[in-house]
Nanobody, 123 residues
Framework: QVQLVESGGGLVQAGGSLRLSCAASGRTFRSYVMGWFRQAQGKEREFVARITGSQSTTDYADSVKGRFTISRDNAKNTGYLQMNSLTPEDTAVYYC????????????????WGQGTPVTVSS
């Protein structure tokens, strides 16, 4: 069993940066793919980024590639999402997730989810 708690969201101006954290409980966290998803008001949840347990592979949605960086520190059981050059289109609730996600862009592949942290980017 893994429990996930996100933090680091908030209000930022366009062009600014935020770093989201995802604190995990459970020793199995390091064996899971960790993903970040987001859901804007009135829209479906969408994939943002993922990183494998070994940290050897990362993938990003085209909309965030080059601006966001996903990472994890398995010794601290914590994952991160560094978000730079934010735009109002990045406004959403951001969720971290963990699981054996073979189809990593599909949220249904993730077994564990955090409660979400809101990010608002003002223009």
């Amino acid at each position: 069993q893994v429990q996930l708690v996100e933090s680091g969201g908030g209000l930022v101006q366009a062009g600014g940066s935020l770093r989201l954290s995802c604190a995990a409980s459970g020793r199995t966290f390091r064996s899971y793919v960790m993903g970040w998803f987001r859901q804007a008001q009135g829209k479906e949840r969408e994939f943002v980024a993922r990183i494998t347990g070994s940290q050897s592979t990362t993938d990003y949605a085209d909309s965030v590639k080059g601006r966001f960086t996903i990472s994890r520190d398995n010794a601290k059981n914590t994952g991160y999402l560094q978000m730079n050059s934010l735009t109002p289109e990045d406004t959403a609730v951001y969720y971290c997730a963990a699981g054996n996600a073979f189809s990593f862009r599909d949220g249904r592949q993730y077994s564990y989810w955090g409660q979400g942290t809101p990010v608002t980017v003002s223009s």
